[in-house]
């Protein structure tokens, strides 16, 4: 009875007849499967120092004054003690957009915001995140309502689904919390979607257990 080895790889096919080396032992596939495996990458926007660096560009509807400048939500510096920190709206704005050029297109398919150490009612309520390849034509990617209940300094995850690649990722605030000095967000992350693809594969050769470790004949690692 053929004993079957389940196989994550990200950048190498596996196919029928490969000859791998299982617990020690050289042995060949059978029959391969596939399936697609859906995790989170890092954030596609660096940690940035300007609206235009290390790379890419954040351009936002407003900003309450230079150190308060869109790309300070995307600088990596949540600032968690008595330092303010992120993005405010200027002019008396409770809502905006606030949106990222990336160099290359990527797939986004999660947003993370953290909320400031000082008025988190400022945080967005309703809200989409949309992408777009020219920035002039964008599609809505998730859209958001109700989002209350913001206490200092907190992180939350929105994943959504999504499977193009776009060069700019925009997030739009309709309506933030209660707010009716400013919108104010500390940190905002891109999250980039990774599809992996999981193999299955049957030895030729039966197995007496799955094997702890697989590796192809090139010492490659598959596990």
């Given at each position: 009875?053929?004993?079957t080895?389940n196989?994550?790889?990200t950048?190498?096919?596996?196919?029928?007849?490969d000859r791998?080396v299982?617990d020690?032992?050289?042995?060949?596939l059978?029959?391969?499967t596939?399936?697609?495996?859906t995790?989170?990458g890092?954030?596609?926007v660096?940690?940035?120092?300007?609206?235009?660096?290390?790379?890419g560009t954040v351009?936002?509807?407003?900003?309450y004054?230079?150190t308060y400048e869109?790309?300070?939500?995307?600088?990596n510096n949540?600032?968690l003690?008595?330092?303010?920190?992120g993005w405010?709206t200027?002019g008396?704005?409770?809502?905006?957009w606030?949106?990222?050029?990336?160099t290359?297109?990527?797939?986004?398919?999660k947003?993370i915001?953290?909320?400031?150490?000082?008025?988190?009612n400022?945080m967005?309520?309703?809200?989409t995140?949309?992408?777009s390849?020219?920035?002039?034509?964008?599609d809505?990617l998730?859209?958001?309502?109700?989002?209350?209940?913001?206490?200092v300094n907190?992180?939350?995850?929105f994943?959504f689904?999504?499977?193009?690649?776009?060069?700019?990722?925009?997030?739009?605030?309709?309506?933030?919390?209660?707010?009716?000095?400013w919108l104010?967000?500390?940190?905002?992350?891109f999250v980039?979607?990774?599809?992996?693809?999981?193999?299955?594969a049957?030895?030729n050769?039966p197995?007496?257990?799955?094997p702890?470790?697989?590796?192809r004949?090139?010492?490659?690692?598959?596990?």
């Amino acid at each position: 009875m053929a004993t079957t080895v389940n196989i994550l790889e990200t950048d190498t096919e596996v196919f029928k007849g490969d000859r791998v080396v299982a617990d020690g032992v050289e042995r060949e596939l059978g029959d391969v499967t596939t399936t697609g495996v859906t995790s989170y990458g890092v954030d596609i926007v660096p940690a940035m120092t300007s609206a235009t660096a290390p790379s890419g560009t954040v351009t936002a509807s407003s900003a309450y004054n230079s150190t308060y400048e869109a790309w300070n939500a995307f600088d990596n510096n949540i600032n968690l003690g008595a330092t303010y920190d992120g993005w405010i709206t200027g002019g008396g704005a409770v809502t905006g957009w606030v949106q990222y050029q990336n160099t290359v297109p990527k797939v986004v398919g999660k947003l993370i915001l953290t909320s400031t150490n000082d008025g988190p009612n400022a945080m967005p309520r309703n809200f989409t995140v949309q992408g777009s390849n020219d920035g002039t034509t964008w599609d809505i990617l998730d859209t958001r309502t109700g989002v209350t209940g913001w206490v200092v300094n907190e992180v939350r995850e929105f994943t959504f689904s999504n499977t193009t690649s776009y060069l700019y990722y925009k997030l739009d605030v309709t309506l933030n919390d209660g707010s009716t000095s400013w919108l104010y967000i500390a940190q905002i992350e891109f999250v980039e979607l990774q599809t992996a693809i999981k193999y299955s594969a049957d030895f030729n050769t039966p197995l007496a257990s799955i094997p702890t470790s697989v590796y192809r004949l090139d010492h490659d690692n598959l596990t």
